[in-house]
Structures are given as C-alpha cells and as structure tokens.
C-alpha cells in the first residue's frame, strides 16, 4: 500500500495503530453461536453467531503489533494463536491467554485445526540461524504438544495445510546462501500425519519471487491443493495462483492477481477465490489506478474461475451453516465481516467497526492483568464503537502507560512496515 493510498484510508479514524483489517475466520468445531476472525487490532469474538463481537488486545496475546496471526477455535472453547514469540492458548472468554505446557519454542508460523478431531492441531516452527524446525501437535485442545517426527530440515516453514486423512503439507524456501545463488522453494508432505516426509521442488518460481503460501485444501481429496507465489516487494507485480492435482509435486498456474485474499473449498464442490483491492502501482509517486478485485468462482475443480463480485474486498473466506463469509474492508465495503446465504451475490454485514460492544468482558480472577486501558480507549474513540471511555471495561490487558507512543506518526510508520503472516 503507497503512502498516499495510506493517507486516504486512514482518514476515517483518528488512528492509534494500524488500518483496521480482519485477516481469517475460525468457527467453533461444536458451537455455532461461537466465531473468532483476527484482526489488526487483536482477536474479535462473538458468542451469539454475530449479534456481539468483542476484541482482546494483542498484547494479551504477547503478539508484535505488526503480527497477523493464524488463529483456531478447538472444542473445548480454547484459541489458539501461533506468533513469532511462539503458540499461545486462550480461554474460551480470551481473558486469559498463556504458553502451552511443552516447550514448542518461537516462530510459529500457522496453527491448523485437524479436520478428523477437533481437539487436535498442527503447528510447524519457522526459527533461524542454527535452529532446527519440525511440526508440533496436540490432542488436548492446545495445553501440552509433541513433535510429530524428528526434527524435518534447517530451514524456514511458511504454512501448513491438513488434509482430511492424516496428509500434512508444508511450504517453505530455502534462501540465498553463499552455495546457493537462488532461492529454493519446496513443498514437503506427510500421509502418516507428520511422522515421515517427502520433499518436491516447486517448479513455477521466478528470480523476485519471495514466498509459497498454502492456501487451502480439498476436503473431498487432499491430493488437490491451492497455494500463491508472492513477488518480492520490489517487483511490483501480480500475486500468483497455484493448484495441485498430485498432492504437491507438480503444479499449474490457475490466475494472476494483484493481491489474493484465500480460496475456499465449499461443501458442494465450488471453489471461492477472493482478491483484495490493492493500488498499482504501488509507487506513491507515480499515478495509481485500482487493480481488479473481488470474489470469483469455480464449478470445474479449479480449471477456470469467473467473477461473482467485482465490487468487494475479499480478505478471507470460510464456509458455516451453510453460508459464505467473508472479511471484507470496513470503510470501502461497510464491514469487517459478513455473511451471504447466496454464494457471494449479496453479503450481510455481521462485524462493523462502530458496531463492536467494547472489548471482552473478563471477571477480575481471570489471569490478563491491567495493562490493555490504554489500547481499549483508543480503539473505543477511533472506532467510536459502543462503550465509553468513562469505563473501558473488559479484559484490560494491554500495553503501556497513556504516555506510550500512540500518535499519528506511529499510524503511519506503523502502516508503512505492516507485514502480514503470509508475507514473513
């Protein structure tokens, strides 16, 4: 995003940290009512199927404030959040948050619900340097967690996928080194759910790319895969979409995009596809013109793909009761979230920023302590959201004294350095 493109959008809001986004969707294995999206400004839940939602800072969470984490309800109510400071494990109120029993270690990069039981997930660390990576995973909901294998490469994992057997799939890159004049990018999968693992080369990769992000799996036949090819950010150029029909060793191109938000396998076999408006170039000094964006459709497995929505800002996508939701962007689309019960044609707004009731409601035994007053005031006055400064209330768990560094400047220096998950 250019600076001017930042200037623009900020102007809404008053601005005491990043542009308000959602960046995911987790639903409740069991509970319907029960949905968390994570947002720029921390988790946002809501326990009445979108009525309420209310936010927990994310500081609660010991998150960096230019983290997006991948987040994941389990069955016993808990969250889970995987961060750069390593997993952490919310109660079902996101009152209290804490590090798992075992020792996992930092840089998580992604935390994936299983689809087969859900109390068990998947988290593979990213750590450099010396350190050695491998997947992780519990059965309890989050509490303790054990390596699925011996430790897999020296290397950096991006992302993971879980099929719908025990497949497990891994992206990363193996980067420039001095035995090494270009970057590697691979893809490594497991059918005995993380115990053994092969490696294949991805093929499709060009000088400036930077990253392989998975993006999504076909729960109907986890051969069949979704991933994006990202630019390095000098390129200036689209995102790329990537499909699999064998499981990972080869891949075709399926579009181009200038920013690809997910893909989502529907129940019925429809493929969703959602991009984000985004400037191009992104130059602020040069003139810019809004790139195509919006939700697109497959019917043929992901052979072609047409437009439903040409008019929206898809950032994630995910499939409950039934319906389609989607985040969405606030100030262009009138949401942060919502729901359609037509595949896309129309949406219905269910998280608005001036709509929130205020941050969550934590009796004072449950174990975040006062530090979150400041971080909630200033999203109650930039959201103008329904509580009053008068009595922040909630969980009251974040950051710093009212004299931390929480002015306009941080706005934009905050935005100008904004790195999501996907792009680590």
Known sequence: ?????????????????????????????????????????????????????????????????????????????????SGFGGLQRGTPSLCTFSEPDTDVGFAITDVVRSPLDPMTAYAPTSAGGTAVN??????????????????????LFESLLVGSGDELYLSGIYPVTADRAEPEPFIHRSRDAGATWERFEFAPF?????????????????????????????ADREEVLVRS???????????????IGDVLFAPDGTIFLGTEWVAMPSDPTMPSEAYPHGLHRSDDGGETFTV?????????LGWHEGQLWACADNYRDGFLLGYSDDEGATFEPSLVLSEMAGPVECDPSEGTPVACVVRDEDIIRDFEVGATTDDPGGCQCA??????????????????????????
Do not use: K
């Not at 029909?245 to 920013?259: L, M, N, S, V, Y």
């Not at 439903?308 to 994630?316: E, L, M, N, S, Y």
């Not at 002015?407 to 790195?419: C, E, M, N, R, S």
């Open 1 to 81: 995003m250019g600076l001017a493109m930042v200037l623009t959008a900020a102007a809404p809001v008053s601005a005491h940290g990043r542009f308000p986004e959602t960046h995911g969707v987790t639903f409740h294995p069991s509970d319907p009512l029960v949905i968390v999206t994570g947002s720029t400004f921390g988790p946002v839940i809501t326990t009445d199927g979108g009525e309420t939602w209310r936010w927990a800072c994310e500081a609660a969470l010991m998150l960096n404030p230019l983290e997006d984490p991948s987040y994941v309800l389990m069955d016993d109510g808990s969250l889970l959040a």
């Open 134 to 155: 491998r997947v992780f995973r519990t059965t309890d909901g989050g509490a303790s967690w054990d390596p699925t294998s011996d430790p897999i490469e020296q290397i």
């Open 206 to 234: 060009a000088m400036d790319d930077r990253t392989l992000l998975l993006l999504a799996v076909d729960p109907n036949d986890p051969d069949h895969l979704f991933a994006q090819v990202l630019p390095d950010y000098a």
């Open 245 to 259: 029909t064998d499981g990972g060793e080869t891949w075709t191109e399926a579009g181009r995009h200038r920013r």
């Open 308 to 316: 439903v929505r040409d008019d929206i800002d898809i950032g994630c």
């Open 399 to 424: 950051t710093g004294s009212s004299d931390a560094p929480f002015g306009a400047a941080f706005l934009l220096v905050g935005l100008a350095l904004t790195i999501r998950r996907r792009s680590l």
